[in-house]
Structure formats: C-alpha cells, structure tokens
C-alpha cells in the first residue's frame, strides 16, 4: 500500500508498506520502503497474520 507523503513534491514522494511472512520465523512483519521500494524498516510482529487480512491506511 502507497501512502504519500503529505507535503511530498515527486510521484514517488511516501512509503510503501506491505505485510510480509516470514515462514522461518513463523511469524509476520511489516515492511516499510521509500517511493523507490528501498527497505527503510522492518517491523516484526509476534504473530502470523493470516492470508485474507486486510489493513487500510486512514489519513488523520
């Protein structure tokens, strides 16, 4: 999911975040990466989040 920055200038000013599995761990994490799809975080969860779930990115 895109989610642009607010005051971003270029096409590809945000970050891409995409829920990612992976099996070795047995768990999920949250990737994070620039408009360019360059990593900039990894957020591990404790869990797997199962296949079907959908996040939604809500502007404040």
Same mark, same amino acid.
């Given at each position: 999911?895109?989610? @642009?920055? @607010?005051?971003?200038?270029?096409?590809?000013?945000?970050?891409?975040?995409?829920?990612?599995?992976?099996?070795?761990?047995?768990?999920?994490?949250?990737?994070?990466?620039?408009?360019?799809?360059?990593?900039?975080?990894?957020?591990?969860? @404790?869990?797997?989040? @199962?296949?079907?779930?959908?996040?939604?990115?809500?502007?404040?």
């Amino acid at each position: 999911m895109f989610v @642009p920055h @607010p005051d971003g200038a270029e096409e590809a000013d945000g970050v891409v975040l995409s829920l990612c599995l992976d099996t070795d761990a047995e768990r999920s994490f949250l990737l994070v990466c620039d408009g360019e799809l360059t990593e900039l975080a990894r957020a591990p969860l @404790p869990h797997v989040v @199962p296949f079907g779930f959908h996040g939604e990115y809500y502007r404040n």
